[in-house]
């Protein structure tokens, strides 16, 4: 039996901690996470299960560029899964409220998936954040899977 694992934690290289702390405070805020802690060179949020900590870091080590609308996918981002589309919308119209616009507007993407729906934004250091839905679907079971194999043949009793 293979043992699981969660993932707990994450940690992000920013340059400026009260920008970021404004922009994830509404960010994550609105996704149900919390900030917990703040200094002067990082910040933290979370939602009780995953904790998402922001570290300035005097020589940065990564440089990013902002999406330019031309990636078919974009490989580095986060995404933080909803329970609808319409939550997704709900999103992005409050963020809105604060200034904080979508680099992708919310809208569906069959291309990834049937019914997958998402916005995506950048923070202030073009970290890309992504929230999404996607319909329940039924997985497949694979090929021995527990469902798909035979009950063991019950043993006869001897009298």
């Given at each position: 039996?293979?043992?699981?694992?969660?993932?707990?934690?994450?940690?992000?290289?920013?340059?400026?901690?009260?920008?970021?702390?404004?922009?994830?405070?509404?960010?994550?805020?609105?996704?149900?996470?919390?900030?917990?802690?703040?200094?002067?060179?990082?910040?933290a949020?979370?939602?009780?299960?995953?904790?998402?900590?922001?570290?300035?870091?005097?020589?940065?080590?990564?440089?990013?560029?902002?999406?330019?609308?031309?990636?078919?996918?974009?490989?580095?981002?986060?995404?933080?899964?909803?329970?609808?589309?319409?939550?997704?919308?709900?999103?992005?119209?409050?963020?809105?409220?604060?200034?904080?616009?979508?680099?992708?507007?919310?809208?569906?993407?069959?291309?990834?998936?049937?019914?997958?729906f998402?916005?995506?934004?950048?923070d202030?250091?073009q970290?890309?954040?992504?929230?999404?839905?996607?319909?329940?679907?039924?997985?497949?079971?694979?090929?021995?899977?527990?469902?798909?194999?035979?009950?063991?043949?019950?043993?006869?009793?001897?009298?």
């Amino acid at each position: 039996m293979v043992a699981r694992s969660t993932l707990r934690h994450v940690s992000l290289e920013v340059s400026d901690i009260a920008r970021t702390t404004w922009f994830y405070d509404r960010f994550l805020g609105e996704l149900g996470f919390r900030r917990f802690v703040a200094d002067a060179n990082y910040v933290a949020f979370t939602d009780g299960d995953l904790t998402i900590w922001l570290i300035r870091d005097r020589s940065p080590r990564i440089r990013r560029r902002p999406p330019t609308g031309d990636e078919e996918v974009i490989a580095e981002h986060l995404a933080f899964h909803v329970e609808s589309a319409e939550r997704v919308k709900a999103i992005e119209a409050h963020l809105a409220k604060s200034e904080l616009y979508p680099v992708f507007r919310a809208e569906e993407h069959p291309e990834f998936r049937s019914g997958y729906f998402s916005a995506t934004w950048a923070d202030p250091d073009q970290v890309v954040l992504e929230v999404y839905t996607v319909p329940d679907q039924p997985r497949k079971r694979r090929a021995g899977s527990r469902a798909q194999r035979k009950p063991p043949a019950k043993k006869r009793r001897r009298a």
